[in-house]
């Protein structure tokens, strides 16, 4: 019972931490956006950008996004995974997404690259949870 107790204490410690990290309100997101305009994320607020999207996906789902990080890759059942990410100076460990490269060519481990492609969602079979990844439409070395 302890154990629950904490737990639950720290669930709602994270949820109301991360409330007031927004610094917009959603509202004023969907009536900035229109079709052409690409979200660029900032130096400033980018873990904040990626919890708001991951958070609201809804509203975020094939839009074009850009943004700068390390190119990464892991390998996960016999296919190599690769996303765009930053390490956050703070608390909360590395924030970015997967990245779909299309025909795009792969560069070394740890380029900073600044990206550029639509938001979408992806199934792992056996996962019910929708995952996001960003499907390229370039990548720049930095």
């Known amino acids: 019972m302890r154990n629950y107790l904490l737990l639950m204490t720290?669930?709602?410690?994270?949820?109301?931490?991360?409330?007031?990290?927004?610094?917009?309100?959603?509202?004023?997101?969907?009536?900035?956006?229109d079709d052409e305009y690409i979200i660029e994320f900032t130096d400033y607020n980018f873990a904040m950008q990626i919890q708001e999207m991951q958070m609201f996906r809804e509203e975020f789902l094939g839009r074009t996004?850009?943004?700068?990080?390390?190119?990464?890759?892991s390998f996960w059942e016999d296919e190599t995974?690769?996303?765009?990410?930053?390490?956050?100076?703070?608390?909360?460990?590395i924030y970015g997404f997967e990245v779909y490269l299309n025909d795009i060519p792969r560069v070394e481990m740890e380029t900073w690259v600044e990206v550029t492609?639509?938001?979408?969602?992806?199934?792992?079979?056996?996962?019910?949870?929708?995952?996001?990844?960003?499907n390229l439409t370039s990548m720049i070395e930095r």
């Open 10 to 33: 720290v669930f709602l410690a994270l949820i109301l931490g991360l409330a007031g990290c927004f610094g917009r309100d959603l509202e004023d997101i969907s009536e900035d956006i």
């Open 65 to 73: 996004i850009r943004y700068e990080g390390m190119f990464m890759y």
């Open 81 to 93: 995974i690769y996303f765009v990410a930053r390490a956050d100076d703070g608390c909360c460990g």
């Open 117 to 134: 492609g639509v938001l979408e969602e992806f199934y792992i079979e056996g996962v019910e949870q929708a995952f996001m990844r960003i």
